[in-house]
């Protein structure tokens, strides 16, 4: 069973950054790709941005892309969302999920293993 833990969640002025990180259980970390997703009060989950399982390759939701960015450190079985020039819009749960292949793809249905969420809270 593999379990991700979240953490780096919190509360920003907007403009500011924060980075999230999720550390994943198991000695298969960097065959998986990973990714970031999130969820707004009364709004579906939506995709953020992903990591293919070696780190060359990554995709982006066009609401992040320039502000924010994914990396991993598979020696530490960890992925990182730097999130810079944080919006209001931005607030939500950020979830961390594992892939069941090593691919980007920016689909939800290609990720079998979630983390508890950690609340991003960001304030005008």
């Known amino acids: 069973q593999v379990q991700l833990v979240e953490s780096g969640g919190g509360l920003v002025q907007a403009g500011g950054s924060l980075r999230l990180s999720c550390a994943a259980s198991g000695r298969t970390f960097g065959n998986y790709a990973m990714g970031w997703f999130r969820q707004a009060p009364g709004k579906e989950r939506e995709f953020v941005a992903d990591?293919?399982?070696?780190?060359?390759?990554?995709y982006y939701a066009d609401s992040v892309t320039g502000r924010f960015a994914i990396s991993r450190d598979n020696a530490k079985a960890t992925v990182y969302l730097q999130m810079n020039s944080l919006e209001p819009e931005d607030t939500a749960v950020y979830y961390c999920?594992?892939?069941?292949?090593?691919?980007?793809?920016?689909?939800?249905?290609?990720?079998?293993?979630w983390g508890q969420g950690t609340q991003v809270t960001v304030h005008s």
């Open positions: 990591i293919n399982g070696s780190g060359s390759r990554t």
């Open positions: 999920a594992r892939s069941q292949n090593f691919y980007t793809t920016g689909n939800a249905n290609a990720y079998n293993y």
